[in-house]
T-cell receptor, first 116, second 114 residues
């Protein structure tokens, strides 16, 4: 079955530590996204990538970094500069149609990050 | 900029009650509108979508109509079940949002009691 796999499901970070969240998709989608979800605040876009080797900052990119070396993979690193990293992180992907831009996004099951 | 506003939750209903979750939007251009559902501990699943004015999206008994005149996309279901308990997100895409980005409302939690 095609889908998006996020790992790990739960992750703990120590002070001053960088951690990397994995996101892999086998849907052959060009575009991938990372969102942060906090209680009562909906989803906020961290980074997105429309094509391999290219990505753009979203609304809350500070303290995060990404890479897009392969079409299937879009890992997110939460750096020590992110002072409030505790949240639920969701990865998504979609096919892209630059003219219509009405393609829905498909989501993984998320990674819950907490501070030790 | 573009934005989405949903009614605040939590919404608590008895089984078989009628459900309405309000969603209004602000956008330039011609966006598409989506409803996503999130069950506890999971990611979001697309529930339904509408791509132009007067379109009606429907799935699993849920419906929403794209109303350009009132800039609304309210979610309705005639008879809810306990299994519908989840958080529902209204989202806007396309229009002036390039690259397939979506703008989400804050989510509305629905709790259905037996």
């Amino acid at each position: 079955d095609g889908g998006i796999t996020q790992s790990p499901k739960y992750l703990f970070r120590k002070e001053g530590q960088n951690v990397t969240l994995s996101c892999e998709q086998n849907l052959n989608h060009d575009a991938m996204y990372w969102y942060r979800q906090d209680p009562g605040q909906g989803l906020r876009l961290i980074y997105y990538s429309q094509i391999v080797n290219d990505f753009q900052k979203g609304d809350i990119a500070e303290g995060y970094s990404v890479s897009r070396e392969k079409k299937e993979s879009f890992p997110l690193t939460v750096t020590s500069a992110q002072k409030n990293p505790t949240a639920f992180y969701l990865c998504a992907s979609s096919s892209t149609d630059q003219v219509l831009s009405n393609q829905p996004q498909h989501f993984g099951d998320g990674t819950r990050l907490s501070i030790l | 900029g573009d934005s989405v506003t949903q009614m605040e939750g939590p919404v608590t209903l008895s089984e078989e009650a009628f459900l309405t979750i309000n969603c209004t939007y602000t956008a330039t251009g011609y966006p598409s509108l989506f409803w996503y559902v999130q069950y506890p501990g999971e990611g979001l699943q697309l529930l339904l979508k509408a791509t132009k004015a007067d379109d009606k999206g429907s799935n699993k008994g849920f419906e929403a109509t794209y109303r350009k005149e009132t800039t609304s996309f309210h979610l309705e279901k005639g008879s809810v079940q306990v299994s519908d308990s989840a958080v529902y997100f209204c989202a806007l895409g396309g229009g002036n949002n390039q690259g397939g980005k979506l703008i989400f409302g804050q989510g509305t939690e629905l709790s259905v009691k037996p």
